[in-house]
């Protein structure tokens, strides 16, 4: 399996955070795994990266409820940004609100990158599908 | 000589003669004619003695011959009226005598010929005749017939057509009690017995409308007339007639009672029925109309146009209408429109107009009918807007249940990921690591809980009588429970609410609104400078209004306007920002009817206007 070089997990909540990593780290699926409380953080960091032409993650774990930048409007910066490279990102939500599912269709089809949607809690065996390079 | 003379002398007398008349001897030539018969015949005087009539009238017929012929004989012939054209060819009527002439002896010596001009007489005959035809064809036709009665002999001769009229036939023989029987008995009996007692004691003739009871059984409507004749002031009997208006009086009587129908049913239409002329006057109201107009009579409408009864704008447009349903002939059906009265009153009517068209295809006017919906709009409106709300609550409920369902589930996914890795984990360090999450995972389940308690608390709470309280002690109260907290944070607090100012409120609502709002202006304050909250009150028709302005870091409305008040979200990197403040305080404003607005800069500050419902 070709290991990943970067993985990103944006979501406020730590225990969420917490198992993500674990699950990738008992996977061994990538080098590095950044961790971002909200997307803010998130995206001015990518965009730190672009500047300083460092790799980017190539897998996104993306939460939709947060504080002051919640996943939706993470994305909708995210997809302007100059990146020609397909970048796989995994929305993971609590949420059965179908408004969040059309959301999540209308990016879909906006973007090159490849969305995926997901609710919680993953498992284990998931991981390797969610991590695979898009 | 003397005979000579004696000749001469009756010559003489007969030709002055004042009646026509003519002596031929028994060769039928003319020995004597008066001068008035020569002139009848336009005959010439000189040559009219010695010639026979033969000569004289041309042609002789046969009757006359046979007639002459039997005087000479000695019998004298029966009166003979003959037809004549003159030299003007204009018609003559004459009457001949033949009579036979005798001299002193008694012998038969010739015959005397008189003749009398009857054209007058034969004329007025033969109108007499026609008039009674042209009388009998009139009362066939106008169904009048006549009656006479002889007081002197008791005699009541009825016309064919009266004894039609009466149903008998033609072959009864009426008397004066007899004909009075024919009449209905009541009214109509009672009136024409006393009418023929007045005209026989008093003179007066009369015409009554009176029914009849036929022979037959059947009733009609007669119109019975008499009048009474008087030969030397002395009662001789009476003359009069019968016309039978029974089809007209019975079409007369539906056709009122039709109106009195259709009045009726206009009248007490729950419906305002109107009629207007061409320049849209009014030329009948029914009752619903005359009321509406708030009048109490139709007179005092008649005549009148709508910009009598309403404002200018109402009058020309309903004016508007009242012309195109008279220039195009079409209906304006079901239209609603909002009548402004004089005074003010707004109606909503659903009118239909409908033009009248006359014999010549043009308008002369057209009906109107309106329908007051007034009370059914104003029902309409007030259930559109329980719709509204039902349908904002529904809405709420929605997005409530979404969040209850994503804040649990949350926790419970995490539950469910640590729970999988507690069963898998061999170390024991990280064993102990995963069950404090766990702990904190469940503290925060708890806390998630509480918080929707909350919620749910303010929105099952119905029961919180609003009371009336006063603001400005409220905000007091808030401030010394701050004090603390405002001086830590060097806050200024500026109360421009008039201390007099009630509001209807849930006092614990309130309470915790004030609370709420003025620490989250302190909490999110601008570092560069001393945070100061000011407070003040407007009003408008239906809410008082209080504004809470500070002059903190602001929030980019534009973001995150539309999730400032939703559960769980912060906008600010606070770590004592918990994300259900201001959805808690917005639920308690709802909840007494009242609605909450914000406007706000980055940098400047923020001014939350609450919305304080005062009428219900």
């Known amino acids: 399996m070709k290991k990943i070089r970067s993985i990103g997990v944006i979501d406020d909540d730590p225990i969420t955070v917490f198992g993500i990593k674990k699950m990738l780290n008992l996977l061994e699926v990538s080098e590095t795994i950044k961790t971002y409380a909200n997307g803010k953080e998130a995206i001015e960091d990518i965009k730190d990266m672009l500047e300083k032409n460092d790799a980017i993650p190539e897998v996104i774990f993306l939460d939709i409820n947060m504080p002051i930048m919640d996943g939706w409007q993470f994305l909708e910066e995210f997809i302007t940004l100059p990146l020609p490279n397909r970048i796989r990102i995994n929305i993971l939500t609590s949420s059965i609100d179908p408004a969040d599912r059309e959301n999540w269709l209308y990016y879909k089809e906006k973007t090159h990158h490849l969305i995926d949607y997901k609710n919680k809690p993953i498992r284990k065996h998931q991981i390797k599908d969610m991590t695979s390079p898009a | 000589m003397l005979r000579e003379t004696q000749t001469n002398t009756s010559n003489y007398l007969i030709k002055q003669l004042p009646k026509a008349t003519a002596f031929i001897d028994k060769e039928f030539k003319v020995v004597h004619a008066s001068d008035t018969w020569i002139d009848y015949f336009d005959f010439n005087s000189d040559q009219v003695i010695g010639k026979t009539i033969h000569k004289l009238f041309g042609k002789v017929n046969p009757e006359w011959q046979e007639a002459l012929d039997n005087c000479i004989r000695g019998q004298q012939s029966a009166i003979e009226i003959e037809r004549y054209f003159d030299s003007n060819n204009r018609e003559k009527w004459f009457e001949w005598v033949n009579i036979p002439w005798y001299d002193e002896g008694e012998n038969i010596i010739g015959v005397i010929l008189q003749v009398e001009d009857v054209t007058k007489r034969i004329n007025n005959e033969l109108e007499h005749e026609k008039l009674q035809i042209l009388l009998k064809e009139k009362s066939e036709i106008a169904k009048i017939g006549s009656w006479e009665y002889d007081a002197v002999a008791d005699e009541l001769t009825w016309s064919d057509m009266t004894k039609k009229i009466h149903g008998v036939p033609l072959s009864h023989k009426p008397d004066l009690a007899n004909g009075i029987e024919f009449y209905k008995e009541g009214y109509s009996r009672n009136t024409i017995s006393l009418a023929v007692h007045k005209a026989m004691v008093e003179g007066i003739p009369w015409t009554e409308r009176l029914q009849l009871v036929k022979a037959n059984g059947e009733e009609i409507w007669v119109i019975a007339a008499g009048k009474p004749l008087f030969k030397n002031k002395e009662f001789i009997g009476l003359i009069g007639t019968f016309q039978d208006i029974n089809d007209s009086v019975i079409s007369d009587l539906k056709t009122k009672e039709n109106e009195k129908l259709l009045r009726t049913l206009i009248d007490n239409l729950p419906l305002n029925v109107f009629i207007k002329d061409t320049d849209s006057r009014k030329i009948l109201a029914n009752k619903s109309e005359v009321s509406f107009c708030g009048l109490e009579d139709e007179s005092q409408i008649i005549g009148k146009t709508d910009f009598d009864f ?26 609603e429109t909002i009548n402004v009265k004089k005074d003010g009153t707004v109606t909503t009517f659903m009118t239909s107009k409908l033009p009248l068209i006359g014999d010549d295809g043009k308008s002369n006017g057209l009906v109107g009918i309106s329908w007051d919906i007034s009370d059914i709009k104003q029902k309409e409106k007030e259930l559109r807007d329980l719709i509204n709300v039902t349908s904002l609550q529904n809405k709420q409920l929605i997005n409530f249940a979404h969040i209850v369902s994503h804040n649990l589930r949350s926790h419970t996914a995490n539950f469910s990921m640590l729970l999988e890795f507690l069963i898998n984990e061999k170390d024991e360090e990280e064993k102990e690591k995963i069950i404090n999450m766990l702990n904190e995972a469940s503290d925060n389940l708890l806390e998630t809980l509480e918080n929707l308690n909350e919620v749910v608390a303010i929105s099952t709470n119905v029961n919180l009588e609003k009371k009336p309280t006063f603001l400005y002690k409220k905000i007091q109260t808030v401030e010394q429970n701050l004090a603390a907290f405002l001086k830590k944070n060097n806050a200024t607090l500026i109360n421009n609410v008039p201390n007099d100012l009630q509001i209807m409120v849930i006092p614990a609502y309130i309470d915790s609104i004030l609370m709420n709002f003025i620490t989250n202006s302190v909490k999110y304050k601008d570092p ?37 008040f939703g559960m769980y979200k912060t906008f600010h990197h606070n770590s004592d920002a918990r994300g259900i403040g201001l959805y808690i305080s917005k639920n308690q404003i709802e909840a007494m009817n009242g609605k909450v607005m914000v406007c706000s800069e980055v940098d400047k500050g923020t001014t939350f206007n609450i919305y304080f419902n005062e009428k219900n």
């Open chain 2, 310 to 335: 309403y404002d200018q704008v109402t009058a020309r447009s309903s004016r508007e209408e009242d012309l195109y349903v008279m220039q195009t002939l079409k209906p304006i059906l079901s239209k």
């Open chain 2, 528 to 564: 560069k400078r001393d945070p100061v909250i000011t407070l003040s009150i407007n009003r408008n028709e239906q809410y008082t209004i209080l504004s809470i302005e500070d002059n903190g870091l602001g929030i980019d409305l534009k973001k995150y306007g539309d999730k400032l």
